[in-house]
């Protein structure tokens, strides 16, 4: 079964970098769009970005200029890169494709800011 694993998660100080990964297990051949979401402690889980199946982005304006989606087809791998984070970057992170409304989801990975 094909399953979503995320990782680069960790602690980092304010103004630093990390890059997420997500990697599936098996090839996806129903995809619309793969994306991030976040979800803060005692908040929602919100959108952060997607990238569609051909390759245009859309960013939430908290993360606009400062985080990067993008994917290796070869290695059937999402990215994100987070430069300029936060504080208010903290967060679950999780990995999302978009089966035209049948959704796959990772385990999530924590981003913890520091200031």
């Known amino acids: 079964q094909v399953q979503l694993v995320e990782s680069g998660g960790g602690l980092v100080q304010a103004g630093g970098s990390l890059r997420l990964s997500c990697a599936a297990s098996?090839?996806?051949?129903?995809?619309?769009?793969m994306g991030w979401y976040r979800q803060a402690p005692g908040k929602q889980r919100e959108l952060v970005a997607t990238?569609?199946?051909?390759?245009?982005?859309n960013y939430a304006d908290s993360v606009k200029g400062r985080f990067t989606i993008s994917r290796d087809n070869a290695k059937n791998t999402m990215y994100l890169q987070m430069n300029s984070l936060n504080p208010e970057d903290t967060a679950v992170y999780y990995c999302?494709?978009?089966?035209?409304?049948?959704?796959?989801w990772g385990k999530g990975t924590l981003v913890t800011v520091s200031s």
């Open positions: 999302n494709v978009d089966r035209y409304g049948r959704d796959l």
């Open positions: 990238i569609t199946i051909v390759g245009s982005t």
């Open positions: 098996g090839s996806l051949t129903s995809i619309k769009a």
